[in-house]
C-alpha cells in the first residue's frame, strides 16, 4: 500500500513538473518569444536557415567564417557581426543602413541569399503555426504581424548584453588583480601610442562614426561600404567602426572578414601599407607607421581578449 | 624663525594631503539613470583615491580618465576629448554629501559637457572587493 502511495506521488510529481516545464517553454515575453524566433528556421524559405545559423551563441552570436552561406549555400559580401551589445549602438549593418534593431530585424528574413522569405509568407507561416498564433497573442494581444515579429526579435537582441569582462571588473572593482600586467600595458598602448582609441571608444569600444581604415582600393577590394547610402564619394570604403567586445571570439575579422587573428589585425594597424598597398581615402589617423614591438603587440591582444566577458571564459575552460 | 617656516611647511603639506586623500568629498561611486524607449541607462562614475576616474554605462567601461578636487571645482581630462585638456565643473554638494552636481565653468568638449553638466549624480555604497 504504501509503495503504491509512493508511486502515484511520484507519477503525480512528474506529470506537474513535465506540465510546469511545457508551460515554461511557451514563451510568455517579447524577449522569450524572440529567443525561440532567432534560432527558428521557420523563418527561411527553404525552413533551414536561421538567424542562429549565421548569428551562434557560443561565439558572442557571430561566426567563425568570412562570409556565412544563406538559403541554399548562397552567399553575400560580408561577414556576420556578433549581435552582442547591441543596446547601445547607434546603427546596424557595416554600412550603418538600419538605424534600430526593430528596422534591422526584418531585412535578413527577406534578403535572397540570407534567409529568402518575403515577409508576408513570413507571417502567413507564423500565423498558420499554432504554436506562435497563440504565443503571440498573450505577448502582444495581437495575432502575428511584421510590427510584433520585428519587436520580438529586437526584444530577444537587447537582452545580450555583456558586462561583466576581467576588463570592467579591474577598472570597477580596483581589482589589480583582475587583470595582468601585459593587459595594463596594452590598455595604454591602446589608448596612447596604438591609437586605436581615437576611433575605438565607448561602451562597446565604438562612437557612432563610419571610417576608412584602408579596405577599399576599387581594385580587388570594392566594397564602398558607407557611400552606397550616402551617395557621398568622401565616404567611399567608409565602415561602421567595429565594437570590440568579445572580440576575441567573434573572427575572422572586418567586413569582409579578411583578418582570420587579432594579431593580423593589430599586424594590419601597425603598417598598413604593407597589407593594403593602394588604398583609397585611407584615414589620416593610418596614415603613418605606428612602429609597435612584438612586445607590444602582444599587450594590444591580451587587451582585447580582456574585453571577454565571463560567461564565455567558463564555457572555454570546461 | 626657521623652525615656525619649517612647522607651517608640515602643517600647510599635511592639509593638503589630508584634503586629496581623506576628505576629497568625490571619491567613490556615482551614479545617474535614465529610461529610454529602447530601456535604462545608467551612467556611474567612479573617482578613485589616485587622481584616476572611470566611467560606465550599464556597468560597461567606457572612458578612463584623471581629475582633481580643488575647493569645490573639479578639474577633468580624459583621452575622448583630449588628455591634455582639463576642463572645469563646479561641485554642488547635497545633502550629507550624498548627492553632487556638475555645472560647468569651462568645457570645449561637447560630449563630455552633455554628459555631466547640470546633472546630479547619486552616491552608491562602497565598492565590494
Same mark, same amino acid.
Given at each position: 500500500?504504501?509503495?503504491?502511495?509512493?508511486?502515484?506521488?511520484?507519477?503525480?510529481?512528474?506529470?506537474?513538473?513535465?506540465?510546469?516545464? @511545457?508551460?515554461?517553454?511557451?514563451?510568455?515575453?517579447?524577449?522569450?518569444?524572440?529567443?525561440?524566433?532567432?534560432?527558428?528556421?521557420?523563418l527561411?524559405?527553404?525552413?533551414?536557415?536561421?538567424?542562429?545559423?549565421? &548569428?551562434?551563441?557560443?561565439?558572442?552570436?557571430?561566426? +567563425?567564417?568570412?562570409?556565412?552561406?544563406?538559403?541554399?549555400? %548562397?552567399?553575400? +559580401?560580408?561577414?556576420?557581426?556578433?549581435?552582442?551589445?547591441?543596446? $547601445?549602438?547607434?546603427?546596424?549593418?557595416?554600412d550603418? %543602413?538600419?538605424?534600430?534593431?526593430?528596422?534591422?530585424? !526584418?531585412?535578413?528574413?527577406?534578403?535572397?541569399?540570407?534567409?529568402?522569405?518575403?515577409?508576408?509568407?513570413?507571417?502567413?507561416?507564423?500565423?498558420?503555426?499554432?504554436?506562435?498564433?497563440?504565443? @503571440?497573442?498573450?505577448?502582444?494581444?495581437?495575432?502575428?504581424?511584421?510590427?510584433? !515579429?520585428?519587436?520580438?526579435?529586437?526584444?530577444?537582441?537587447?537582452?545580450?548584453?555583456?558586462?561583466?569582462?576581467?576588463?570592467?571588473?579591474?577598472?570597477?572593482?580596483?581589482?589589480?588583480?583582475?587583470?595582468?600586467?601585459?593587459?595594463?600595458?596594452g590598455?595604454?598602448?591602446?589608448?596612447?601610442?596604438? %591609437?586605436?582609441?581615437?576611433?575605438?571608444?565607448?561602451?562597446?569600444f565604438?562612437?557612432?562614426?563610419?571610417?576608412?581604415?584602408?579596405?577599399? *582600393?576599387?581594385? $580587388?577590394?570594392?566594397d564602398?561600404?558607407?557611400?552606397?547610402?550616402?551617395?557621398?564619394?568622401?565616404?567611399?570604403?567608409?565602415?561602421?567602426?567595429?565594437?570590440?567586445?568579445?572580440?576575441?571570439?567573434?573572427?575572422?575579422?572586418?567586413?569582409?572578414?579578411?583578418?582570420?587573428?587579432?594579431?593580423?589585425?593589430?599586424?594590419?594597424?601597425? *603598417?598598413?601599407?604593407?597589407?593594403?598597398?593602394?588604398?583609397?581615402? %585611407?584615414?589620416?589617423?593610418?596614415?603613418?607607421?605606428?612602429?609597435?614591438?612584438?612586445?607590444?603587440?602582444?599587450?594590444?591582444?591580451?587587451?582585447?581578449?580582456? $574585453?571577454t *566577458?565571463?560567461?564565455?571564459?567558463?564555457?572555454?575552460?570546461? | 624663525?626657521?623652525?615656525? @617656516?619649517?612647522?607651517?611647511? $608640515?602643517?600647510?603639506?599635511?592639509?593638503?594631503?589630508?584634503?586629496?586623500?581623506? +576628505?576629497?568629498?568625490?571619491?567613490?561611486?556615482?551614479?545617474?539613470?535614465?529610461? &529610454?524607449?529602447?530601456?535604462?541607462?545608467?551612467? !556611474?562614475?567612479?573617482?578613485?583615491?589616485?587622481?584616476?576616474?572611470?566611467?560606465?554605462?550599464?556597468?560597461?567601461n567606457?572612458v578612463?580618465?584623471?581629475?582633481?578636487?580643488? &575647493?569645490d571645482?573639479? @578639474?577633468?581630462?580624459?583621452?575622448?576629448?583630449?588628455?591634455?585638456?582639463?576642463?572645469?565643473?563646479?561641485?554642488?554638494?547635497?545633502?550629507?554629501?550624498?548627492?553632487?552636481?556638475?555645472?560647468?565653468?569651462?568645457?570645449?568638449?561637447?560630449?563630455?559637457?552633455?554628459?555631466?553638466?547640470?546633472?546630479?549624480?547619486?552616491?552608491?555604497?562602497?565598492?565590494?572587493?
Amino acid at each position: 500500500m504504501k509503495k503504491l502511495y509512493y508511486f502515484t506521488f511520484f507519477a503525480a510529481f512528474v506529470i506537474i513538473m513535465s506540465m510546469a516545464a @511545457f508551460n515554461s517553454s511557451e514563451p510568455a515575453t517579447k524577449e522569450s518569444l524572440g529567443e525561440m524566433l532567432f534560432s527558428d528556421p521557420i523563418l527561411s524559405g527553404n525552413r533551414k536557415i536561421s538567424c542562429s545559423s549565421c &548569428h551562434k551563441a557560443e561565439f558572442a552570436f557571430a561566426d +567563425t567564417i568570412a562570409i556565412s552561406p544563406g538559403v541554399s549555400g %548562397r552567399t553575400g +559580401t560580408r561577414n556576420a557581426p556578433s549581435v552582442m551589445n547591441s543596446a $547601445l549602438q547607434a546603427s546596424f549593418f557595416w554600412d550603418g %543602413r538600419a538605424s534600430t534593431l526593430e528596422e534591422q530585424a !526584418l531585412l535578413p528574413v527577406a534578403n535572397p541569399v540570407e534567409m529568402n522569405l518575403p515577409i508576408a509568407l513570413a507571417i502567413k507561416r507564423l500565423n498558420r503555426d499554432k504554436k506562435y498564433r497563440k504565443a @503571440f497573442y498573450r505577448v502582444f494581444n495581437q495575432y502575428p504581424n511584421a510590427t510584433n !515579429l520585428a519587436l520580438a526579435l529586437a526584444a530577444f537582441e537587447r537582452t545580450l548584453e555583456t558586462n561583466n569582462s576581467p576588463f570592467d571588473d579591474w577598472r570597477l572593482t580596483d581589482n589589480e588583480n583582475a587583470v595582468s600586467t601585459s593587459v595594463k600595458r596594452g590598455f595604454l598602448l591602446f589608448n596612447g601610442k596604438a %591609437r586605436c582609441f581615437q576611433c575605438h571608444f565607448g561602451p562597446d569600444f565604438n562612437n557612432s562614426e563610419f571610417r576608412n581604415i584602408g579596405l577599399f *582600393d576599387g581594385k $580587388l577590394l570594392t566594397d564602398s561600404g558607407r557611400a552606397v547610402l550616402t551617395k557621398k564619394k568622401t565616404d567611399l570604403g567608409k565602415f561602421k567602426i567595429g565594437p570590440l567586445r568579445n572580440i576575441a571570439l567573434t573572427a575572422p575579422y572586418m567586413h569582409n572578414g579578411r583578418f582570420k587573428t587579432l594579431r593580423e589585425v593589430i599586424d594590419y594597424y601597425n *603598417d598598413p601599407d604593407k597589407v593594403v598597398p593602394h588604398s583609397i581615402g %585611407r584615414d589620416p589617423l593610418l596614415s603613418t607607421p605606428i612602429n609597435l614591438s612584438e612586445q607590444e603587440k602582444e599587450d594590444i591582444e591580451e587587451f582585447l581578449k580582456s $574585453l571577454t *566577458d565571463k560567461r564565455f571564459i567558463k564555457d572555454l575552460s570546461s | 624663525m626657521k623652525k615656525v @617656516f619649517f612647522a607651517t611647511m $608640515l602643517a600647510i603639506s599635511i592639509i593638503n594631503f589630508s584634503f586629496t586623500e581623506d +576628505t576629497n568629498p568625490l571619491i567613490g561611486r556615482w551614479e545617474w539613470s535614465t529610461k &529610454h524607449v529602447e530601456g535604462p541607462l545608467t551612467i !556611474l562614475a567612479v573617482f578613485k583615491t589616485n587622481g584616476i576616474y572611470d566611467g560606465f554605462a550599464n556597468k560597461k567601461n567606457f572612458v578612463t580618465g584623471t581629475y582633481q578636487v580643488k &575647493h569645490d571645482t573639479l @578639474f577633468i581630462a580624459d583621452p575622448i576629448c583630449n588628455a591634455k585638456y582639463n576642463a572645469t565643473y563646479k561641485l554642488k554638494f547635497f545633502g550629507k554629501q550624498d548627492s553632487v552636481q556638475f555645472n560647468v565653468i569651462q568645457d570645449t568638449c561637447a560630449q563630455r559637457r552633455k554628459g555631466i553638466d547640470g546633472f546630479v549624480y547619486k552616491r552608491l555604497p562602497a565598492a565590494k572587493k
